[in-house]
């Protein structure tokens, strides 16, 4: 056990609407990450929070947004669905950017949209 | 796009060293190898990471050659339970846009 959780760990939408995944981070770690993992592939990166701001982006349109709180808890919020965004959602936590920081993984949220 | 490639799939004896190659051959002197697995459906789990020397910990070895353009990662006693996909991932070390860049990874059985 990493000690990210992450909730709810499963979610049923439809195509449109919009969602909001949530992620704590392990005990000390103030940076977290967001991944996607489509069906049969590895993660790709979304982007990641430090300090409750944006610290680097993947290739994902702005309907994919984020927050970080103080507590260092983190959102994922996607704007407008598509049943592309079906997929398994990934956070990871760390300690500040520029060490030899590990990212710990929590256990996902699973996403379908219809 | 990943740094590293994987063989797709192998397998080994339950009880067997399973030895996972990773090749890098792109690899900056500033970027550490990490070693990550991920079973079925559940979060990716962290194995071990180093830079140039060999690395061992509770779980597996780290085997980087000494020019640094592949490494091994290795199970020294698999059991059923180290069926998973293993991913090998660079990392460059700086202070933006922390993030791992995964490939497909290696799905390892391991065999009664």
């Known amino acids: 056990e990493t000690g990210v959780t992450q909730s709810p760990t499963h979610l049923i939408k439809t195509r449109g609407q919009q969602v909001t995944l949530r992620c704590s981070s392990q005990?000390?770690?103030?940076?977290v990450s967001w991944y996607q993992q489509a069906l049969g592939q590895g993660p790709q990166f979304i982007f990641q929070y430090y300090r409750e701001e944006e610290n680097g982006r993947g290739n994902f349109p702005p309907r994919f947004s984020g927050l970080q709180f103080p507590n260092y808890s983190s959102e994922l919020n996607v704007n407008a669905l598509e049943l592309d965004d079906s997929a398994l959602y990934l956070c990871a936590s760390s300690l500040p950017p520029g060490g030899r920081e590990t990212q710990y993984f929590g256990p996902g949220t699973r996403l379908l949209v219809l | 796009d990943a740094k590293t490639t994987q063989p797709p799939s192998m397998d080994c004896a339950e009880g067997r060293a399973a030895n996972l190659p990773c090749n890098h051959s792109?690899?900056?002197?500033?970027?550490?190898v990490y070693w990550y697995r991920q079973i079925h459906s559940q979060g990716p789990q962290y194995i071990i990471h180093g830079l140039k020397n060999n690395e061992t910990n509770e779980m597996a070895s780290l085997i980087i050659t000494e020019d640094r353009k592949s490494s091994t990662l290795i199970l020294p006693h698999a059991t059923l339970r180290d069926t998973a996909v293993y991913y090998c991932?660079?990392?460059?070390?700086?202070?933006?846009?922390?993030?791992?860049?995964f490939g497909p990874g290696t799905r390892l059985s391991v065999l009664p």
């Open positions: 991932i660079v990392r460059v070390i700086d202070n933006y846009g922390q993030n791992f860049v």
């Open positions: 005990s000390g770690h103030n940076t």
């Open positions: 792109t690899i900056s002197g500033n970027e550490y």
